[in-house]
């Protein structure tokens, strides 16, 4: 029997929240955050790869980041690689690569899901994934996994769900964008709001039905395209300079009326900040989250530390709660509570004499 799963990793972000470590050549996503031995891209791959085969696993880069994801991929068949000419936010690309597993198989389900997240428990996240591609392949819905909060954080999303007694899944009611502090509290207090992790599970007919109802331009400009022959490349190429930049969010799951969340407590984070992979990493006795090899601390504490060249030594005294990463071409040294204003330190880097040699 055909094997309907199918699996869509977008990895065409830059991170640049995570400077000097992710660079616009070498982004996040093909770094090994935790020092865990793997990719965040190939944990991404492992995990999923438990439940669906390696031919049915798709990924969607940046045209500049195929060759990377290649090599971190290789079990991926090579077709099943694409790369997107220009980044146009996440409707464009949902788009693109369902009607491309449409092609292959117009009875698939998908699950989408980022390159870069963090999951611990994976066997939770395999369970609701299967339950979920179970909801899809019976009926048109449109469905998204929701974290179980932990803090009133107002840099995520949020899903509010209609409460039912003991189901496993339940409707969506609203999609907040990140919101402010005093109204994420309320959120939390009011119990009935979950993360928006941006995992989003559907069939190949239930999302092209949203798209040619929510965005019928989109879906007739994608429509022009012959997917997964010699001429696909060239349409692309002409078709994605036309579309329109926005996100599935704001497109299709904030318009849809059958929309689903699974709440699921995965140990999920987005990695979106080296605060979070502070949280995350392995901590020493002086809770320093060290992964390089000759550092000596002293008088040091609560710092996230990491040496890029492992013949280097570094000596810090004295540090509390800092930020430490350095490159072959940056050093950024700055307080962990200051992880929000990397992405100006860049935006200035940028304005100095050749400043783009150190993105």
């Known amino acids: 029997m055909m094997n309907n799963n199918y699996c869509v990793i977008m990895a065409g972000g830059i991170g640049s929240r995570f400077w000097p470590m992710s660079t616009q050549k070498f982004p996040k996503q093909f770094h090994d955050i935790l020092g865990t031995g793997r990719t965040m891209i190939q944990q991404t791959f492992d995990r999923i790869n438990q439940l669906i085969p390696k031919e049915n696993i798709y990924v969607i880069t940046n045209q500049e980041y195929v060759e990377l ?3 971190q991929l290789p079990e991926i068949p090579f077709g099943n690689i694409v790369g997107e000419p220009a980044m146009k936010n ?25 390159a870069d997240h963090l ?55 609203t999609f907040t964008e990140k919101p402010d502090l005093e109204i994420a509290k309320s959120f939390i207090e009011s119990g009935d709001f979950l993360w ?13 039905k949203a798209f040619k109802k929510h965005l019928p331009e989109m879906t007739n400009q994608f429509n022009s395209c012959e997917y997964n022959t010699d001429a696909e490349k060239e349409c692309i190429d002409l078709v994605y300079p036309t579309v329109n ?18 709440p699921a407590n995965l140990g999920w984070s987005d990695l979106g900040t080296w605060t979070s992979v502070y949280n995350n990493a392995g901590k020493n ?10 550092v000596l601390t002293y008088n040091s504490k609560g710092n996230v530390i990491r040496i890029k060249n492992q013949n280097k030594a570094a000596v810090i005294d004295g540090l509390k709660n800092y930020i ?6 940056a050093l950024l040294i700055c307080p962990r509570d200051n992880d929000q204003l990397i992405k100006d330190y860049v935006l200035d880097l940028k304005n100095l004499k050749k400043g783009e040699r150190f993105m």
């Open 285 to 294: 006795d002086d809770n320093n989250a060290i992964s390089s090899k000759n």
């Open 69 to 71: 994801t290649q090599q």
């Open 245 to 262: 930049k926005i996100s599935i969010d704001n497109g299709i799951l904030e318009k849809a009326d059958n929309v689903y969340v699974i």
């Open 324 to 329: 430490v990463v350095d490159t072959e071409k």
């Open 196 to 208: 928006n992790a941006g995992i989003f599970i559907w069939s190949v007919k239930s999302i092209l």
């Open 119 to 173: 999951i611990l428990k994976e066997n939770t996240f395999l369970e609701k994934v299967s339950l979920a591609f179970k909801l899809t392949s019976e009926n048109d819905y449109l469905i998204t996994l929701g974290i179980t909060p932990t803090r009133p954080d107002t840099g995520y999303g949020y899903i509010q769900f209609i409460q039912e007694k003991n189901e496993l899944f339940s409707k969506v009611k």
């Open 90 to 114: 996440t409707s464009a690309c949902n788009l693109y690569m369902a009607k491309k597993i449409e092609a292959v198989n117009p009875n698939a389900n998908i699950i989408v899901m980022p």
